[in-house]
């Protein structure tokens, strides 16, 4: 029993490795164009050109935080790749005011996911949300027995 949250973590993490990389050019466009429908009004056009933000896997705190510090004087579209997150916490920091932020999806069980947005950035995700045993402000992600939380910043 006492190997069970290794175990548990392991699982996840496979099973957000092989769901993330299943059709992705496919999966790409289909997030693109679900965040533009979400936001109505964009600056984007039909078709859009974006940089893709990647995310790292963070399991019992170890792992990277993601970050986009660029600011860019134009509208940029932004796709946030998968981020998970078990039994730790993570930062995600969108700081550009610029920034058009589509998550594609974030799994976070048993830890904190903490977005820090830019007060002007926008931000939507491709997918609905889903939120068990915890807590989640945006509705954006999958959340099991964890918290996930926005914070605003740079709002002068």
């Avoid at 973590?9 to 990389?21: H, T, V």
């Avoid at 999966?27 to 039909?46: Q, T, Y």
């Avoid at 004087?73 to 589509?102: D, F, K, R």
Wanted: one cysteine or more.
């Amino acid at each position: 029993m006492g190997n069970a949250p290794q175990l548990f973590a392991g699982l996840i993490f496979g099973i957000a490795l092989l769901g993330s990389g299943i059709s992705q050019a496919k999966e790409v466009d289909s997030s693109i164009a679900s965040c533009l429908r979400a936001w109505g009004k964009h600056p984007f056009g039909a078709n859009p050109t974006y940089k893709t933000l990647a995310t790292s896997v963070k399991v019992f705190g170890i792992g990277q935080d993601t970050a986009d510090s660029q600011r860019t004087n134009a509208p940029s579209l932004v796709l946030v790749n998968p981020g998970v997150n078990v039994m730790g916490g993570t930062t995600v920091e969108l700081l550009n005011p610029n920034g058009w932020y589509c998550f594609r999806s974030n799994v976070n069980v048993m830890g904190g996911l903490r977005i820090r947005a830019h007060c002007k950035a926008h931000l939507a995700s491709a997918r609905d949300g889903v939120t068990v045993l915890g807590s989640n402000q945006s509705d954006k992600s999958v959340t099991v027995m964890g918290k996930t939380q926005v914070e605003l910043v740079g709002c002068d």
